[in-house]
């Protein structure tokens, strides 16, 4: 019989980050291959641990491939500089030689979504609910993805309007980065994304009421 046991999260070693700074330097086949064992004990082991034990909480996590789609971008680099991954109930962590980054919310809105979102933000009632959410989290240290946005008020709404700012933008989400740190070696780097996902679940709890996911195929 076959026995399968868990991975604890301990963070990310410091031989993570400089597999990312490597790449920075030569994002070639050749150091990937030369380097895809540290890759895969240094930066996606402790991906799948940490989202093991996130997964109770807030879903299941889907790793996105290293790989980058090049078919249609001047850049031709054939590797992501960074690991990310979704979670199922709203969320988003990635790693690289940056340090630690998470997100929450919708980072695009199709345009059934976008419709939404507009007459959400526009109401009496639901729009101040936004206002609040959105000042929690200021206060909490969590700022606002800086995204995509109208020069303007959309067609159909005044240019006076008191959510003007939040009527232009094409997307909503949370983002918190943290620099590379001693603490992102440890389990202190999973308490950082829970505490964060948990600030933010505020967030994404008015988009999944208020907007919800698109009918086009693609999800948030």
């Not at 380097?35 to 930066?43: D, I, L, R, S, T």
């Not at 001047?74 to 340090?99: C, E, F, H, N």
């Not at 993805?145 to 067609?155: I, N, V």
């Amino acid at each position: 019989m076959n026995i399968v046991t868990s991975v604890t999260f301990r963070g990310w070693p410091e031989e993570a980050l400089a597999f990312y700074r490597g790449l920075e330097s030569d994002n070639s086949k050749t150091y990937w291959t030369a380097n895809k064992p540290v890759y895969e004990a240094n930066v996606l082991a402790p991906m799948t641990a940490l989202l093991d034990e996130l997964a109770p909480e807030f879903g299941l996590g889907k790793i996105f491939r290293p790989n980058r789609d090049i078919r249609f971008s001047a850049d031709k680099s054939p590797y992501k500089t960074a690991i990310g991954a979704l979670l199922k109930r709203g969320g988003y962590v990635q790693l690289s030689a940056k340090g630690l980054a998470v997100g929450s919310g919708y980072h695009h809105l199709e345009s059934d979504q976008l419709a939404k979102f507009r007459d959400a933000v526009a109401h009496e009632v639901s729009g101040p609910e936004l206002v609040a959410v959105l000042n929690t989290l200021k206060a909490k240290h969590i700022g606002i993805y800086a995204g995509e946005e109208l020069k303007t008020a959309p067609r159909g709404f005044p240019k006076d309007h008191p959510r003007v700012d939040l009527l232009r933008r094409k997307d909503l989400a949370a983002w918190r980065q943290w620099d590379p740190a001693p603490w992102l070696t440890s389990v202190a780097a999973k308490a950082r994304v829970v505490e964060f996902l948990r600030n933010s679940k505020p967030l994404n709890d008015w988009l999944l009421v208020h907007v919800g996911p698109t009918s086009a195929g693609r999800g948030r």
